[in-house]
């Protein structure tokens, strides 16, 4: 139900507005679409959201009909229900929706390395990658220290993990940057090749793995339509 309760009314606009456009159940709803499950994992993709309310939301999605709990080895998990699942040409729409008309430059200002890395991390393509482990170093010196540094680690099996700390493998590729230029590029605004011409992007290591780091990158869902817009 809508944080202001019931709208009263029997519209099916009005019914399911009171599901839909709770705060933060949308963007719940877009991880859960990039194939997100556990609670913790909820917790990355929407960083300022407190655990308290992240639950509050989950129940309410359950109580709704769109996810349900299923037990694992170890707890359980989220998913969508067929209802759920329903609502994802709609989650799709509204992002496709944010990237034609929203304006890019308001949205570059709600910079966040944490949830970039993570959003990046879901959508990497390993296909034009060495078939062998590759560790590829991002560091953003413009934001505070304890932000600065992630590793992708991608496995020849096509996992990706995403670390905070060193995880103490070979760096194939170093790839050093102002946060704004990469999110740019995540968001389709422009690419890996601007922003190194332009050195706002600075890429050392494995030329192989540097050259085809716009296909590797996979990019945002959204980047399409903004690719589109701006070509």
């Not at 309760?5 to 963007?27: D, H, K, N």
């Not at 869902?221 to 701006?230: C, G, N, T, W, Y």
Request: glycine share 6%; aromatic share 8%.
């Amino acid at each position: 139900m809508s944080e202001h309760g019931s709208y009263g009314q029997f519209c099916p606009v009005a019914m399911a507005s009171e599901i839909f456009c709770s705060r933060w159940t949308p963007l719940i709803l877009r991880e859960m679409l990039c194939g997100t499950t556990r609670f913790n994992d909820l917790r990355r993709g929407v960083p300022r959201m407190s655990p308290s309310l992240l639950s509050k939301r989950l129940g309410e999605m359950r109580d709704a009909g769109i996810v349900k709990e299923v037990p694992v080895k170890k707890g359980f998990e989220y998913r969508l229900t067929a209802a759920g699942e329903d609502l994802r040409p709609i989650v799709m729409a509204l992002g496709f929706w944010g990237q034609r008309w929203v304006e890019s430059k308001l949205s570059l200002k709600n910079l966040d390395p944490s949830l970039l890395m993570w959003d990046m991390r879901r959508h990497i393509d390993p296909t034009p990658l060495p078939k062998k482990r590759s560790t590829i170093l991002f560091h953003f010196p413009d934001v505070d220290k304890a932000r600065q540094s992630y590793w992708l680690v991608i496995k020849p099996d096509g996992e990706v993990d995403l670390c905070n700390a060193d995880p103490g493998f070979e760096v194939d590729l170093y790839v050093t940057g102002a946060l704004r230029s990469m999110t740019a590029v995540w968001m389709g605004v422009t690419t890996v090749s601007r922003e190194m011409e332009s050195e706002e992007l600075d890429v050392q290591g494995d030329q192989a793995i540097a050259s085809a780091m716009q296909q590797w990158l996979g990019l945002s869902p959204f980047a399409k339509e903004k690719s589109r817009l701006v070509a």
